[in-house]
């Protein structure tokens, strides 16, 4: 089941004049072609990211392409509860409601067992339960929107991954990939669980989860490493990966088309999902439970200690 305009471009992207988007992880890669292609076509961007001279590069970057983008940095780190909740508490006294919250930015595959501030493991930590209580933060801001929408990134790394109640943090055996693979999972469930919340709770938020396939972004290098089996894939392999403009287009679709559907999961049409233009991804078995999404939703408040 593909979308009816098989080859969606960024041209297609809607204007707006006074769209807030607040964007993750969006100094590079991905996350910046999103906030290059958003902010091209009159949103307002906040650029997040750890690195607030990196945030400004970025911002001067995009404002040679595009002198008259609205952008500001707003300096986060995912991997810390105390630093999502400061950046919440900042917006929320400003009080603007957000149209559009990307969650983007990822940690892949350290190639030893990390933790975050709060004790978790860094890629579950950083790409779930950082997303998890940043959207719960900011849902006041996002219910002040008439039709906002979270689009989540997961990644095709979730069609190996498998939410392991028994040890969600990996301490009794850590294998980087899987630990990856439940990561990008947890993204998509959380996606997909959130819809169901906004629908049952009348919140008024479109959820959708996205996918870049496989592109070429830092994420591989900075994750497991230069000189990883995919780090040296993706420096000595380039025709395997698109670039980063092309990987960014699900999510953009997902974000901004008014054919994107809440509860939907949108990826690359060829290859087996790893390149191409944005179409209909295939969810895997264990996202399709709500069960356990509801399961692992009321497991990651308590960890990330938020109410919705």
Same mark, same amino acid.
């Given at each position: 089941?593909?979308?009816?305009?098989?080859?969606?471009?960024?041209?297609?992207?809607?204007?707006?004049?006074?769209?807030?988007?607040?964007?993750?992880?969006?100094?590079?890669?991905?996350?910046?072609?999103?906030?290059?292609?958003?902010?091209?076509? %009159?949103?307002?961007?906040?650029?997040?990211?750890?690195?607030?001279?990196?945030?400004?590069?970025?911002?001067?970057?995009?404002?040679?392409?595009?002198?008259?983008?609205?952008?500001?940095?707003?300096?986060?780190?995912?991997?810390?509860?105390?630093?999502?909740?400061?950046?919440?508490?900042?917006?929320?006294?400003?009080?603007?409601?957000?149209?559009? &919250?990307?969650?983007?930015?990822?940690?892949?595959?350290?190639?030893?067992?990390?933790?975050?501030?709060?004790?978790?493991? &860094?890629?579950? %930590?950083?790409?779930?339960?950082?997303?998890?209580?940043?959207?719960?933060?900011?849902?006041?801001?996002?219910?002040?929107?008439?039709?906002? *929408?979270?689009?989540?990134?997961?990644?095709?790394?979730?069609?190996?991954?498998?939410?392991?109640?028994?040890?969600?943090?990996?301490?009794?055996?850590?294998?980087?990939?899987?630990?990856?693979?439940?990561?990008? &999972?947890?993204?998509?469930?959380?996606?997909?669980?959130?819809? *169901?919340?906004?629908?049952?709770?009348?919140?008024?938020?479109?959820?959708?989860?996205?996918?870049?396939?496989?592109? *070429?972004?830092?994420?591989?290098?900075?994750?497991?490493?230069?000189?990883?089996?995919?780090?040296?894939?993706?420096?000595?392999?380039?025709?395997?990966?698109?670039?980063?403009?092309?990987?960014?287009?699900?999510?953009?679709?997902?974000?901004?088309?008014?054919?994107?559907?809440?509860?939907?999961?949108?990826?690359?049409?060829?290859?087996?999902?790893? *390149?191409?233009?944005?179409?209909?991804?295939?969810?895997?078995?264990?996202?399709?439970?709500?069960?356990?999404?509801?399961?692992?939703?009321?497991?990651?408040?308590? &960890?990330?200690?938020?109410?919705?």
């Amino acid at each position: 089941m593909q979308n009816r305009n098989k080859n969606w471009t960024i041209s297609q992207i809607p204007k707006s004049n006074s769209g807030l988007a607040v964007i993750t992880g969006s100094t590079e890669g991905v996350g910046y072609e999103d906030a290059l292609a958003l902010s091209s076509s %009159g949103w307002n961007v906040i650029m997040m990211g750890r690195n607030a001279q990196k945030g400004a590069e970025s911002i001067a970057k995009i404002h040679r392409i595009n002198p008259k983008a609205k952008l500001s940095f707003e300096k986060i780190d995912l991997a810390d509860l105390s630093s999502i909740k400061a950046f919440a508490s900042r917006m929320i006294s400003k009080g603007q409601a957000i149209d559009l &919250l990307i969650n983007n930015a990822g940690v892949m595959t350290p190639p030893k067992r990390m933790e975050t501030a709060d004790g978790f493991e &860094l890629q579950f %930590g950083t790409n779930h339960i950082g997303h998890f209580a940043l959207t719960a933060q900011l849902l006041p801001l996002l219910r002040k929107s008439p039709g906002a *929408r979270v689009v989540t990134a997961s990644s095709v790394a979730n069609r190996e991954g498998r939410i392991n109640f028994d040890d969600l943090q990996s301490s009794s055996a850590y294998i980087p990939m899987k630990a990856y693979g439940q990561s990008k &999972l947890a993204n998509l469930m959380f996606a997909l669980e959130l819809q *169901r919340q906004s629908e049952k709770h009348g919140w008024g938020i479109t959820s959708i989860a996205s996918h870049p396939g496989v592109s *070429r972004t830092n994420l591989l290098i900075t994750g497991a490493g230069r000189w990883s089996v995919a780090g040296i894939s993706r420096t000595l392999l380039p025709f395997l990966f698109q670039p980063p403009a092309q990987g960014a287009l699900p999510t953009l679709y997902a974000a901004t088309s008014p054919e994107a559907k809440g509860g939907m999961y949108y990826g690359p049409n060829k290859m087996m999902e790893t *390149r191409g233009f944005p179409a209909i991804a295939k969810i895997p078995a264990q996202a399709e439970d709500v069960n356990a999404s509801l399961k692992l939703w009321k497991l990651s408040e308590e &960890l990330a200690n938020v109410e919705f």
